[in-house]
């Protein structure tokens, strides 16, 4: 068994400079090793984000093309609808003047008649 060391204050800070130099040196080679594994590691992550923003970006441009679709189909729609409303009107419209023109013919008969009696009785 190692005896007691009465060490000074500056033998105790050379060890743990000592010690400390030694941990760098350990990290130091393991770095070299992790970081062959550590850009293995960064380029598989990047190849997912650049997957997963693909993939995104397919979704965005599905989602807004049935947006633009369907808003297309709207305006068809509504274009279909005004086409609609507007041959309603134009046939609510001749009717109207067919009504008009049975009525002026009416009262032109009604007119007729009432001159020919008032022709008769003089």
Do not use: H, P
């Amino acid at each position: 068994m190692n005896g007691f060391k009465n060490a000074g204050l500056s033998e105790r800070l050379s060890t743990a400079a000592g010690a400390k130099k030694a941990l760098l040196e350990k990290f130091k080679t393991q770095s070299n090793v992790n970081d062959l594994a550590f850009a293995e590691r960064e380029e598989a992550r990047r190849a997912v984000r650049i997957a997963r923003e693909a993939r995104e970006a397919e979704r965005n441009a599905t989602r807004d093309a049935s947006r633009a679709a369907e808003q297309v189909a709207l305006q068809a729609e509504q274009a279909e609808l005004a086409s609609r409303e507007a041959l309603k009107t134009q046939e609510i419209a001749e009717q109207a003047a067919r009504q008009m023109a049975m009525a002026a013919e009416a009262k032109a008969a009604r007119d007729a008649r009432y001159a020919a009696r008032k022709a008769r009785k003089r």
